[in-house]
Every structure is written in structure tokens, then in C-alpha cells.
């Protein structure tokens, strides 16, 4: 058993400039506190828990291996929307303090809860953002190993937004040895000491169908994790995935996407995030759309589309106060990952994209130092909005194309 003894107070001021407000949560291996910054922003804050069920050694090896990895995922590879921000990282003695961002919002398992389940579009959007994070793992060599609804954050207020909030049990390659079990989520070869990327698949498929609001209504009352081991036997699914929740009109595709995700073969499933990603919006081959006030046009999956001003451009845009490009940015569709790219081509006012809250910079434009070079490729999603230029400070948007994937 685990206790909770909580060493930071009330008002105390940690790593120069964090200041506690309160205990957000305790469990077995870490304290999280809700602390805020100098600027007055929210931040969480967590610490080892010395009272927890594990020796502090490992308590303090985990969270220091949390840091290191959400570091890098923010400050190597960009970062996610999808996964929560890194802050900061540092010690009082031997005690390591991580700081992150302070999702606002609810837990996705007691929202689930709350709510009885989630109806199929928000169910839907919520299983293609969290498949999107696991590609996004998976293409950087990452294992998560412990993805399940407790180990989400979601904010209803933001268009069902969700978020990752703990990569403590994260590994690098195939896992082997020490697993993470919880039952009903954990897929068969965890009991052999194996994991591997179709093992996060089957964690995902086992959040998704726990968290869809149940065809038999007694078991809204119940928890994720009380549901998914009645979906889940020994011998796999009780029954079709969307005859035991209501999958609504994406029956066919999460039928078809779940039975895949939750074979007890690993061997059978999607062999990672990216491949199942890839599956659950495969509309994204077929075709692709741009939004503009009452302008709409096509993206051709085999041609590349230059967006800007003039005849030049493939799509272009009236633009009053000369702040795009002759070619400000181009949109390809990419065969062998089956998703859309987005760069710019060297733009002085920047491109960025505006998705679930966050402004995702694609370039920042090359402002005083010009001419520019064209920036990285970065992934488009359905629901997207692309930001042509935007003011440097307060990163006003000039103009804001929306993209959209399937038949619209």
C-alpha cells in the first residue's frame, strides 16, 4: 500500500519560479501539484512520491526518464498537440521536480463516466487524435506501454481535445522484460515479457472501445476499465466491436479497425500507430479539400498544389495588403506515409497551423532576414486550419484556409 505525504506546501516556491497552489493528484509513484509561473500561467508540477508502492529509487529513475523523453519530443522533434507540453526540469537536493503543461479539462476515464461514454463523433475524433499520437511514437522509435483512458486528459470545451499526460513507462525499440499490466488493456504477450508497436495498438483499440458509449445500458455506470474486461475474454472480443458499443455512422471503418487492433495475435494487428492511423482516415488517399470564405477547391492526391498570390500559383488568393508570396506555401499528398504535407517555401510572414487550441508554426517566416528558405514538411489533419501569415508578436492570422479530408 502507498501513502501520501506530500512535501511541498502551499505558497513555496520551487526551481526560482514555480509557485504551489495545491495537490492535484497522489498514486503510488509520483505527487502532482498545481503550481503557477511567474506570468501567473498554470503549470503541474510533479515529485516521487516517498510514501509510494515502489522502492524510491525506481520512483525517481521513472520520473527522471519521463523528462528526458518529453524533452526531447518537444525540444528535438517539435512536439505533439496530443501529447503534454514539457516545461521545465530540475531539483530541490535529490529530489527531481518535472513541470509541465496544465491541461484544463477532465480525465478521460472519469469523464467517461461522467457522461456514460461518448457518443460516436466525439468518440470518433477522440480515437483518430489518440491514433495520431501513437504514430507520431511510433515513428520516432517510441513504445508508450501504458496507454489507457487514465493516462488521458480530455477538454470537451476545446473541441474534445485530448491529451497524453504520462510517459513514464515509455521505452525505446521492442519492449522486453518489467510490463506495465492492467488488466483488460494489457494484450496477451505482456504475460511473456514481450511488447512491441502492434502491443500500443491493441492499448489503443482497448481505450477506444472502453470509452464509446455501451449498446447495453447498465454498463454506462461503469468504469473504462470495468467495461473493457466484459468487451475482452480470454479467447479475445465478446462480440463485434460495434455490437457491443455504438460506433454510429463510422460502423464499417471502427468494425473493421478494432477487430484488427485487438487480435490476440500481435502478429495480426496494425504493426504500429502509423499503420493504424493510416487506416482509420484512409480517406486521406481518395481525396482532400481547402476551405476559403466561399471558395473551395480540390487536392489532387498526385499533384502538388502551390498556394499564394498571382496566375502562378495553383490556388490563388486575393491578398489586399501584400503580405503572401508568389508562392507562399506548397500542400503534396505523400504516398508512402498516406498523409498530407504542408511547407513553406520561404515565406517573410510565416505559415502555421491552428489545430484543437494550438498554433503550430510551420515557419516563422523569414521577417528581417530574407529571402527565406523553404521550411520542413509538416503533417496536415482533417479539421485543420492553415495560417498564411501571421503578425510576429501576438501571431495574429492574416488568412486562414481550412483543410478537410473525405467527400465534403
Not at 489545430?355 to 516563422?364: A, D, K, L, Q, T
Not at 530574407?370 to 508578436?393: H, R
Request: aromatic share 8%.
Amino acid at each position: 500500500m502507498s501513502s501520501c505525504q506530500v512535501p511541498l506546501r502551499r505558497g513555496e516556491v520551487v526551481l526560482g519560479r514555480y509557485v504551489i497552489r495545491g495537490v492535484l493528484g497522489c498514486g503510488g509513484m509520483g505527487i502532482a501539484y498545481l503550481a503557477e509561473d511567474r506570468g501567473g500561467r498554470k503549470v503541474v508540477v510533479k515529485q516521487p512520491n516517498p510514501g509510494g508502492n515502489a522502492p524510491i529509487d525506481l520512483i525517481i529513475e521513472k520520473l527522471e526518464k519521463e523528462a528526458e523523453f518529453l524533452r526531447e519530443i518537444w525540444n528535438k522533434y517539435g512536439g505533439h498537440p496530443n501529447i503534454v507540453k514539457f516545461i521545465d526540469f530540475g531539483h530541490i537536493g535529490a529530489t527531481p521536480l518535472l513541470v509541465e503543461e496544465y491541461v484544463e479539462g477532465d480525465n478521460l476515464a472519469d469523464y467517461v463516466v461522467k457522461t456514460g461514454g461518448l457518443d460516436p463523433d466525439v468518440g470518433y475524433n477522440v480515437a483518430v487524435q489518440l491514433a495520431d499520437a501513437l504514430a507520431f511514437l511510433h515513428r520516432i522509435g517510441t513504445l508508450h506501454r501504458d496507454f489507457t483512458p487514465d493516462n488521458v486528459r480530455i477538454q470537451p470545451h476545446n473541441n474534445y481535445r485530448v491529451v497524453l499526460i504520462d510517459f513514464g513507462t515509455v521505452e525505446r525499440g521492442k519492449g522486453q522484460g518489467t510490463q506495465v499490466v492492467k488488466p483488460g488493456f494489457s494484450p496477451p504477450e505482456i504475460i511473456r515479457g514481450e511488447f512491441y508497436g502492434s502491443s500500443d495498438v491493441y492499448m489503443w483499440g482497448a481505450t477506444v472501445l472502453s470509452i464509446l458509449r455501451p449498446r447495453n445500458a447498465q454498463l454506462a455506470r461503469l468504469t473504462p476499465q470495468q467495461r473493457i474486461t466484459r468487451y475482452i475474454t480470454p479467447r479475445g472480443l465478446a462480440d463485434g466491436p460495434c455490437n457491443l458499443v455504438d460506433c454510429g455512422r463510422y460502423e464499417r471503418k471502427l468494425s473493421h479497425v478494432l477487430s484488427k487492433a485487438l487480435d490476440p495475435d500481435y502478429r495480426k494487428r496494425f504493426s504500429d500507430g502509423v499503420e493504424l492511423r493510416n487506416a482509420l482516415v484512409q480517406v486521406a488517399r481518395s481525396r482532400a479539400h481547402l476551405f476559403y470564405n466561399n471558395h473551395k477547391w480540390v487536392l489532387d492526391p498526385d499533384k502538388k498544389a502551390t498556394v499564394a498570390i498571382g496566375k502562378r500559383a495553383d490556388i490563388s488568393l486575393d491578398d489586399p495588403y501584400g503580405y503572401l508570396e508568389e508562392r507562399h506555401v506548397e500542400i503534396k499528398y505523400d504516398e508512402g506515409s498516406d498523409t498530407w504535407l504542408i511547407r513553406d517555401l520561404g515565406s517573410v510572414n510565416g505559415t502555421a497551423i491552428r489545430r484543437y487550441g494550438n498554433f503550430i508554426v510551420v515557419s516563422p517566416g523569414c521577417r528581417r532576414t530574407c529571402p527565406g528558405t523553404p521550411s520542413k514538411p509538416v503533417e496536415l489533419q482533417d479539421g485543420d486550419e492553415i495560417v498564411l501569415a501571421f503578425s510576429e508578436v501576438l501571431r495574429l492570422p492574416y488568412i486562414v484556409l481550412k483543410f478537410k479530408l473525405g467527400n465534403v
